[in-house]
Antibody
Framework: QVQLVQSGSELRKPGASVKVSCQASGYSFTNYAMNWVRQAPGQGLEWVGWIDTNTGHPTYAPGFTGRFVFSLDSSVSTAYLQISSLKAEDTAVYYC??????????WGQGTLVTVSS | QAVVTQEPSLTVSPGGTITLTCGSSTGAVTSGHYPYWFQQKPGQAPRTMIYDIYNKHSWTPARFSGSLLGGKAALTLSGAQPEDEADYYCSLSYPVSVVFGGGTKLTVL
């Protein structure tokens, strides 16, 4: 079955960087885009952007340009989200979600990124 | 960027029927917005319940249905069960983005 497995929780200090991974299985990795979604504590879902797994071309939502970078390693069916210059307000659960046209389905289990000094 | 609007909270009685809606600031929701509905329970990842307006996954109980209603996407729950208490989010697709609604906290009481 289709499954997305994300890397474990991370604790970083402000100004540091973090890289979250999302390994896909159960389908052809390059047949679907990969979305990234953020959920701050007690808040709703916020679309970070998506990456075309064929071309590697990323699209970032407004407010997520500059410090957020998507990348791929198609040889291991894995997508990555790297966040640099971390701020306390980046503390959130980050989800990857496969991208059928227009949507997010299914979802990874989420990765908690905590930014604290 | 478009804004997607949902009711912040709703309450339904066990066995009752309720409709959650998902509107777009750009106008009527259409099939081209690929409306999705997700259920999220505390501490869990979102789970897709409805995709492309009305399509269900194998795990979607028959009591859930999706539609377009009055220019919005709608999720109707017929015969609510206690286990349906959760946050429900919709998403709509735009030319270069996906936008989530703010979510509806559904209470079964």
């Amino acid at each position: 079955q289709v499954q997305l497995v994300q890397s474990g929780s991370e604790l970083r200090k402000p100004g540091a960087s973090v890289k979250v991974s999302c390994q896909a299985s159960g389908y052809s990795f390059t047949n679907y885009a990969m979305n990234w979604v953020r959920q701050a504590p007690g808040q709703g879902l916020e679309w970070v952007g998506w990456i075309d797994t064929n071309t590697g071309h990323p699209t970032y939502a407004p407010g997520f340009t500059g410090r957020f970078v998507f990348s791929l390693d198609s040889s291991v069916s894995t997508a990555y989200l790297q966040i640099s210059s971390l701020k306390a307000e980046d503390t959130a659960v980050y989800y990857c979600a496969r991208g059928p046209p227009g949507g997010c389905d299914p979802w990874g289990q989420g990765t908690l990124v905590t930014v604290s000094s | 960027q478009a804004v997607v609007t949902q009711e912040p909270s709703l309450t339904v009685s066990p066995g009752g029927t309720i409709t959650l809606t998902c509107g777009s600031s750009t106008g009527a929701v259409t099939s081209g917005h690929y409306p999705y509905w997700f259920q999220q329970k505390p501490g869990q990842a979102p789970r897709t319940m409805i995709y492309d307006i009305y399509n269900k996954h194998s795990w979607t109980p028959a009591r859930f249905s999706g539609s377009l209603l009055g220019g919005k996407a709608a999720l109707t729950l017929s015969g609510a069960q206690p286990e349906d208490e959760a946050d429900y989010y919709c998403s709509l697709s735009y030319p270069v983005s996906v936008v989530f609604g703010g979510g509806t906290k559904l209470t079964v009481l």
